[in-house]
């Protein structure tokens, strides 16, 4: 049994149509758990009224995407399911897109964590992510029939990725400490730093807008960027394969390089956010390296053993 779970905020746009593709996914044993996080929008009579065969938690407030993938997470394993699939409200999956994400991580026991090609979510090309993040694969991903089947990398997307309960029991869940963004980048590090493999599987293809309820209003965009530099100095600040020293000096050099970037982008807003964005992260930094002992220590173990 293999746990979807899709985290919802505000996503009547898109929820509906995510939910109708899910019901022809074919050739897996599946259930769907979505997470509400405090909707004010009509997502949640859409899906009581629509979709009878999701469960359905109304979290109340807003948890941000670790927290309320966790609490999914939680109901998926109280319920046996030996996978589980996070899935992002503004996708269209393909009919076998989860049958090829679990046949692959079914070939070898050191594969942990499978991700989806993403194309754009109105047509067939390749969305921004996919483009960005595997420039040199573009080719051989054009035909998934002559493509590998798995094709190892450091880190996929949490928008469509399957990982598996031993993976999870093992590196741990989602981390709290950042709310959005750099979440499942800090999950695949986790599970490569335990000798575990991630990889693309070209077989398996969604459609994915990117960006969801985040797009609705130029402070939300704003809110969004902001949340996404946090998450990255708090990322590059807690490597688990690096020391204290070499962490410090990584989210120094993050400071230099986006303060260039907003200067050379003429970005006002950047620069008028960072000062504040450094700010938290100092105040932040108790839990950062409390972050990194323990996955230092996690790390640690499997080595010894």
């Known amino acids: 049994m293999t746990a979807i779970i899709i985290v919802n905020y505000n996503g009547e746009r898109w929820i509906g149509e995510c939910l109708r593709a899910l019901r022809l996914t074919a050739g897996v044993t599946y259930r769907i758990i979505v997470i509400d996080n405090g909707s004010t929008d009509q997502s949640i009579a859409l899906i009581e009224q629509s979709f009878p065969e999701v ?34 409200p503004d996708t269209r ?17 050191k594969r942990a964590i499978a991700g989806a090609v993403q194309l754009r979510y109105e047509d067939d090309g390749f969305n921004s992510w996919t483009s960005t993040a595997f420039p040199t694969l573009l080719t051989e991903l054009q035909n998934p029939g002559t493509a590998r089947p798995w094709i190892e990398v450091d880190w996929v997307e949490g928008a469509c990725l399957v990982i598996t309960r031993r993976a999870l029991e093992e590196i741990g869940w989602l981390d709290p400490v950042f709310f959005a963004f750099y979440e499942e ?5 986790r599970a490569r730093a335990h000798g575990y493999q991630v990889g693309l599987v070209p077989g398996s293809r969604i459609h994915h807008h990117r960006g969801g309820s985040w797009e609705a209003t130029p402070e939300l965009k704003r809110q969004r960027d902001r949340r996404c530099d946090r998450s990255q100095f708090i990322y590059v600040m ?11 000096l ?56």
């Not at 980048?185 to 590090?189: A, E, F, K, S």
């Not at 807690?238 to 410090?248: K, T």
């Not at 050379?264 to 008028?272: K, Q, T, W």
């Open 55 to 88: 469960e359905l938690i109304v979290a109340g407030r807003n948890l941000g995407f670790c927290e309320g993938n966790n609490l999914g997470i939680a109901r998926a394993f109280e319920t046996g399911c030996d996978h589980i699939a996070l899935l992002n």
């Open 93 to 109: 999956v393909e009919s076998d897109w989860l049958h090829e994400l679990l046949e692959a991580l079914a070939t070898d026991e």
């Open 185 to 189: 980048i800090d999950l695949c590090r």
């Open 238 to 248: 807690s490597d688990p394969q690096r020391d204290r020293l070499g962490n410090l």
């Open 250 to 305: 990584m989210g120094l050099r993050t400071i230099v390089t986006k303060t260039i970037t907003a200067i050379r982008e003429r970005s006002l807003v950047r620069l008028i956010d960072l000062p504040g964005l450094i700010i938290e992260i100092v105040g932040l930094s108790r839990s950062i390296n409390r972050k990194w002992a323990n996955d230092r220590q996690r790390i640690g173990q499997i080595k010894r053993i």
